[in-house]
């Protein structure tokens, strides 16, 4: 092989290992910043991960909301009609935040089990609910009447 063969062949080595070291690195990151949803079941069934961030969904459960009067702390329990996850939080909630409605949580499940929440995300209307949420409570089998409910596309 002639020394300009060798040097182009020692370049294109050179660029397919630099193009291939940066994919891995970008589908890396994109892999750790991927937040996929769990629902209440799929937590109490052990298929949500112990030690990375995910979100979860579901409905405020009436009467499990507690909040500390010294701090910005909250506790309540999400619901998918068949199972119950309590979800704490430190901040401040969104207005629209109450019981009975449906939220989508950012966070990752303690040691205790609980789901430890850095973002909560309530509706914007009345008549919204996260499509994951409810797709998540028809899975469950619950009896809500979701005609009345718009779903974003």
């Keep these: 092989m002639n020394p300009r063969r060798r040097r182009i062949v020692i370049a294109v080595a050179v660029m397919l290992i630099g193009v291939g070291t940066a994919a891995a690195l970008a589908l890396r990151a994109f892999q750790e910043n991927l937040l996929y949803f769990y629902s209440p079941t799929l937590v109490a069934a052990g298929e949500a991960p112990a030690n990375r961030k995910f979100r979860?969904?579901?409905?405020?459960?009436?009467?499990?909301v507690m909040r500390n009067p010294d701090t910005l702390a909250v506790s309540f329990a999400l619901t998918d009609t068949l199972h119950q996850v309590?979800?704490?939080?430190?901040g401040i909630l969104p207005d629209l935040f109450r019981e009975g409605q449906g939220i989508v949580a950012n966070g990752e499940l303690l040691a205790d089990g609980t789901f430890g929440a850095t973002e909560v995300l309530a509706k914007h209307d009345e008549n919204y609910m996260?499509?994951?949420?409810?797709d998540a409570l028809k899975a469950a089998g619950s009896?809500?009447?979701y005609s009345k409910f718009k779903h974003q596309q």
């Excluded at 309590?86 to 430190?90: L, T």
């Excluded at 996260?130 to 409810?134: C, D, F, K, N, R």
């Design 56 to 64: 979860i969904g579901g409905l405020v459960v009436p009467g499990s």
């Design 86 to 90: 309590r979800v704490n939080y430190e």
């Design 130 to 134: 996260p499509p994951e949420v409810a």
């Design 143 to 145: 009896s809500l009447d």
